[in-house]
């Protein structure tokens, strides 16, 4: 019997704690298969701070390390100095990245530390039960937004991709999403992209998944991905923000 | 040992880092321990080490614990406001159970405080910097040639319990010259730890580094077992030193800069024909408690002699089981006082007796 689909050798036998429809799922899949397709799984080390994503350890096979909120790319740099022939990944959510972790984000990006960061954009703080994150929409109703963000006192969403393009650093930026096949597509591309730049010394590489979460919207999960494509995207244009390669 | 060189405290830190065979240094920019970043900054490079001007406080900890998970000897320096700021990551690399140094060449506080020198956070340093129950080395130095001899000792002392030791100097330590006779290179550095993450190589399951864990039952014997660890640290790492102690009737207890000035102030005090003599820590944890309570039975009081309100003192009293008096001397905010203050104290414990 011939096997046609199977689970990439960069993912444990751990079974997910993920809320049913929530998109964590898919980007791990894509991330381990960007990590066994590279051949990289025995040198490839994975930070995993705090928020939905802090267990991801117990999930990818390769050596991970768990980070406090928001400072993972800080540990990747030191990671990364320590161990320059390795490969150093990071997987970071909004509230972790865009709030707590913006420094980090930030003077990481700014230095091109030669590591790859992959940013869950679910526009809401999952683990701790809902509440507004610094990519939340205007008018989004969260637990700590009850009435809806309002920008007047709540401000507006952050673009990280658009923030970043600002830095000369950065080798690659984009934005990406999993609501569909074609989309899902794409984002393992450019998943691919930010770890083989990593790999052929290019520098900082971001990948930004605008993703969902049922559970904390509030919605089934076929509705939580129309919602990304009628609310999400207008925001947060999906494309290429950065490509050294291509410039 | 190498021969003797006229040398800036916080540059002897640096340089007795480098010869214990850290190559990874990570700071922030604060007076009056910047020397050690400076000094970091123009000999990295040319040895193939890392100096990194990280974006904060917080940042430069957190890539101490980065290198730290990959099992390679790192350090931070930084002074008072710092280390609050370094506090968080501190409690992470003792909840992952990692070895690093962390220097804190202390000014005056709270807040923002001063400049000076100081030795105000010693509660900081003792009682654990952060947030959960663990402890840190702490390693106390009292000339330069110790600045760069517990440099080397807090590394070795790091690895072997896998936990971050904290250097806790001061201001005046900091930024005095003396003689200094460097320590040999140590040897390089073996292959990494076992629980290193430096990649599986396809070879073995994964490592994990971390503190999370969210079974309350294992969390507990997790704690139980660090605390275990700390047990053997407490039995055979305390360090102190002895001045004067034979026929004491007073033992002064005093640490760094404090120490120094306490030790003339116990030699005028000897000339006018009082009993007095110093226990002086030089690891405050693990504190030296045993020295202390074999003295309580012999001394009528102690002096404790310190930059801060008496946090020691309570460490002191502890140790001693109460058994005797603690007196204190202390100047705080950074002034330091002169060994007149100190001999005046002195004189007074002496008149008071037991």
């Not at chain 2, 693990?286 to 310190?306: G, H, I, N, R, T």
Request: hydrophobic letters at 40%.
């Amino acid at each position: 019997m011939t096997t046609v689909f199977d689970k990439p050798k960069s993912l444990t036998d751990a079974v997910f704690h993920y809320c049913p429809g929530c998109t964590h799922g898919i980007v791990h899949r894509l991330v381990a298969e960007t990590i066994d397709e590279l051949g990289i799984e025995g040198k490839t080390i994975g930070i995993a701070p705090v928020g939905c994503s802090v267990l991801a350890y117990n999930y990818f096979a390769c050596d991970m390390i768990e980070a406090s909120h928001g400072r993972a790319p800080a540990v990747a740099t030191g990671v990364k100095r320590a161990m320059p022939d390795n490969i150093v990944f990071t997987y970071q959510g909004d509230g972790d990245l865009a709030s707590i972790g913006l420094c980090e984000t930030v003077s990481t990006a700014a230095r091109g530390e030669n590591v790859t960061v992959i940013f869950i954009n679910n526009a809401i703080y999952g683990m701790t039960g809902g509440q507004m994150a610094p990519t939340s929409l205007l008018g989004q109703v969260t637990q700590t937004s009850p009435y809806g963000r309002d920008p007047k006192t709540q401000g507006y969403p952050i673009k990280i991709c658009e923030l970043l393009a600002t830095l000369d650093a950065p080798a690659y930026l984009a934005r990406v999403t999993v609501n569909n096949v074609k989309n899902v597509r794409n984002a393992k591309k450019a998943i691919k992209k930010a770890f083989q730049n990593q790999i052929e010394g290019k520098g900082f590489s971001l990948v930004e998944v605008v993703s969902s979460c049922p559970t904390n919207w509030g919605m089934t999960p076929q509705k939580a991905l129309e919602w990304i494509d009628e609310k999400m995207l207008p925001q947060y244009p999906l494309g290429v923000y950065r490509d050294k390669g291509e410039e | 040992m190498q021969e003797k060189v006229l040398m800036k405290g916080n540059e002897a830190i640096a340089e007795a880092a480098i010869l214990a065979g850290c190559r990874h240094y990570f700071g922030y920019p604060i007076t009056p321990q910047t020397e050690v970043a400076a000094y970091m900054a123009k000999k990295m490079p040319k040895i193939g080490g890392t100096f990194l001007q990280a974006e904060s406080e917080i940042a430069a900890i957190n890539m101490v614990y980065g290198v730290a998970s990959t099992g390679k000897l790192s350090m931070t320096s930084s002074s008072s406001p710092g280390i609050s700021l370094k506090c968080e990551g501190i409690s992470y690399l003792a909840g992952a159970d990692l070895p690093a140094l962390i220097v804190n060449v202390q000014r005056g506080g709270p807040g923002l405080g001063g400049i000076q020198p100081s030795q105000s956070d010693y509660f900081l340093a003792t009682r654990g910097p952060g947030h959960g129950d663990f402890h840190v080395l702490v390693l106390a130095p009292a000339s330069v040639q110790e600045m760069a001899d517990l440099t080397g000792l807090a590394f070795k002392l790091a690895r072997k319990y896998r936990m971050p030791a904290m250097l806790l100097a001061d201001g005046t330590m900091g930024q005095m010259m003396e003689p200094v006779c460097l320590p040999d290179p140590a040897e390089a550095e073996e292959k990494a730890p076992d629980w290193a993450a430096v990649g599986t190589g396809c070879a073995r399951v994964h490592n994990i580094i971390n503190s999370l864990e969210l079974s309350p039952a294992v969390l507990e014997q997790k704690n139980i077992e660090r605390y275990e660890r700390y047990a053997i640290a407490e039995k055979e790492e305390p360090r102190w030193e002895e001045f004067m102690m034979e026929d004491a009737e007073i033992c002064v207890v005093s640490y760094g800069i404090t120490a120094r000035v306490s030790r003339n102030a116990i030699v005028e005090a000897r000339k006018k024909g009082i009993k007095v003599g110093m226990i002086r820590p030089i690891t405050l944890w693990p504190f030296p408690k045993a020295p202390l309570l074999k003295a309580a039975d012999q001394v009528k009081s102690f002096l404790c002699v310190e930059l801060n309100m008496g946090q020691m003192t309570e460490d002191v009293e502890l140790a001693i089981r109460c058994k005797k008096p603690v007196g204190l001397c202390s100047r705080v905010g950074g002034m330091i006082p002169t060994p007149a203050e100190v001999l005046a104290k002195i004189e007074k414990a002496n008149e008071e007796g037991g």
